[in-house]
């Protein structure tokens, strides 16, 4: 039955390239569910196995599923927990040797006992090994870590069985961790650190602690340490759970090559980490995520202690709430050989961002971090010094829940790829910036709307005057390209699309191949097209796929 409530979630229609179904079928958080269409194209295709690629036996995932959740004693479905994996297709294809990963999920918080330890048992002895080469556990879903009533209740053996037969089948282990998201990103998912330790996750990354590499402290674990684990290279912390452990070891950095501290209220505690000597060097650092949460009454230089911190090899920073705690964190980066910046302010907090930190990235990503602005209105000048600011970057991102504007002059020449969510996106508008990016391959812009009309009920009230005094750039009479190398259009709007000025643009743009709108518009934009060039031009018209 289990097995035919996950076909039911199934894609009709399966690629036929064995690759393109494994890594669309393959992710950070994929399911059984999703594993389903990889059995399902060897079904198919029996002649295609041989085809599939080594990912496709990556990870061994072990899913649990429950017909009814509910309490009612007259309820005639089934309450108990059944655990589905992927195994048998693994072992039917000889591939064991592949699995680098075992996956443990549970989406929804249950009463009833987990009974994994059963289940590994049955697993081992099917096995008839253990296997070596696997060197990450995951535990997915916040129902193996929010445990119901029965798995708390005393002498519950079954996390210490489970976490037993997890040694048995798992010894070279070095990364265990969880997450509890629908979408993967750095983040585990916890804001607020759980106040009960969860036995099962305490159990197993305290049976594998001595030999981890990669860290999460996130939730409560017991340990009473001497050192911390001397091969670390990947670290994420949540502030609010390093205070609760006064007698934590210093934590080694000379290996340390990805570091996200959660949760800070006040200047980042850089003393839990090794010093050498009076400097606190990060010499191997690569990726560092900082998440301030609460504004200090008087904000310090950064990094605001005594001794000099040093990141020589950084080349990703993400930073949420930058002036929460330091005036400006971003300038202690200039020397940095960044390529990729991840920026989470609101727009009031531009004004204090030195934006000479775009200089030599290759990759921003600019986004709002709750949604709810500071303030009603914003002067469109703070975005416009965002875009003012030279940049070698290929890519650039503004997104999220709060619009930004379209930008009158852009510096960032060498874009080939940018996403926008804006106020209004007129074509004039559009086609003035398309036209300062030379080399620019796909744009994906979503705004409120295509009419100027809209502008003043913006949150840049004052971006009308500025967005009248552009030159008419689209005339219908002349087909001169803007653009020589755009090939993928997107346009979302969640109020009014001007689909004449859409197709004016496509019409401008000679090299686009690929042009998305929302579905209603579809059929239409085909057809405008289609009898402007009588044929003559091949263009996909796609629709934007459904949230």
């Not at 091969?231 to 290996?255: D, G, M, Q």
């Amino acid at each position: 039955m289990y097995l035919s409530i996950l076909d039911s979630h199934l894609p009709r229609i399966l690629p036929m390239d064995a690759t393109k179904v494994t890594t669309e079928s393959i992710g950070p958080i994929s399911t059984i569910t999703d594993y389903k269409n990889i059995e399902r194209f060897v079904k198919t295709y029996p002649h295609r196995a041989k085809d599939l690629p080594d990912l496709a036996f990556s990870v061994l995932l072990m899913e649990c599923f429950v017909e009814c959740a509910c309490v009612d004693d007259g309820c005639p479905r089934s309450h108990e927990r059944r655990w589905v994996t992927n195994i048998e297709f693994i072992i039917f294809h000889g591939k064991l040797h592949l699995i680098k990963e075992f996956r443990l999920i549970a989406e929804s918080v249950y009463w009833k006992p987990l009974g994994l330890s059963v289940e590994l048992k049955r697993l081992a002895r099917h096995i008839g090994r253990s296997l070596p080469n696997v060197n990450r556990i995951l535990f997915l879903g916040v129902g193996l870590l929010e445990l119901g009533s029965g798995d708390k209740f005393v002498g519950n053996r079954d996390p210490k069985d489970t976490k037993r037969w997890i040694y048995i089948l798992f010894p070279r282990v070095s990364d265990v961790r969880y997450f509890t998201k629908s979408v993967w990103g750095p983040s585990p998912g916890y804001i607020t650190a759980p106040t009960d330790t969860n036995p099962l996750y305490n159990l197993t990354f305290s049976a594998y602690f001595s030999q981890l590499e990669h860290v999460q402290l996130h939730i409560p674990v017991s340990l009473d340490l001497s050192q911390f684990c001397v091969n670390l290279t990947s670290l994420s912390i949540n502030l609010e759970y390093v205070r609760c452990h006064k007698k934590l070891p210093a934590i080694p950095v000379r290996r340390l090559k990805v570091l996200h501290i959660w949760q800070i209220d006040d200047i980042v505690p850089w003393d839990i980490f090794e010093l050498s000597g009076r400097e606190l060097l990060f010499d191997t650092l690569d990726e560092l995520t900082l998440e301030f949460i609460v504004p200090i009454t008087n904000q310090v230089p950064f990094p605001g202690v005594s001794f000099d911190i040093r990141f020589p090899v950084l080349s990703v920073l993400r930073v949420y709430n930058s002036t929460f705690v330091y005036g400006d964190i971003f300038t202690h980066f200039l020397d940095s050989a960044l390529s990729e910046l991840r920026i989470m302010d609101d727009q009031w907090e531009f004004v204090d961002i030195d934006w000479r930190i775009l200089n030599s990235i290759q990759r921003l990503t600019v986004q709002h971090p709750t949604g709810e602005t500071a303030r009603a209105w914003y002067a469109s000048v703070i975005i416009q010094s965002l875009f003012d600011q030279p940049s070698s970057m290929t890519e650039a991102y503004l997104i999220g829940h709060v619009p930004y504007m379209l930008p009158v002059n852009i510096a960032w020449h060498n874009l080939a790829k940018l996403q926008l969510f804006v106020t209004h996106a007129d074509k004039d508008g559009i086609a003035n910036m398309v036209a300062q990016l030379p080399v620019l391959e796909e744009l994906a812009i979503e705004c409120e709307s295509m009419y100027l009309n809209d502008v003043g009920s913006s949150i840049y009230p004052d971006q009308r005057g500025t967005a009248e005094g552009l030159a008419i750039v689209v005339d219908e009479e002349d087909d001169s390209p803007i653009s020589d190398t755009l090939k993928c259009f997107k346009v979302q709007t969640q109020r009014e699309f001007d689909i004449y000025g859409f197709c004016d643009l496509v019409c401008r743009f000679p090299a686009v191949s690929v042009a998305v709108v929302i579905s209603y518009y579809v059929e239409s934009v085909e057809n405008m097209l289609n009898w402007h060039y009588q044929g003559g031009r091949q263009i996909s018209i796609q629709p934007y796929p459904e949230q």
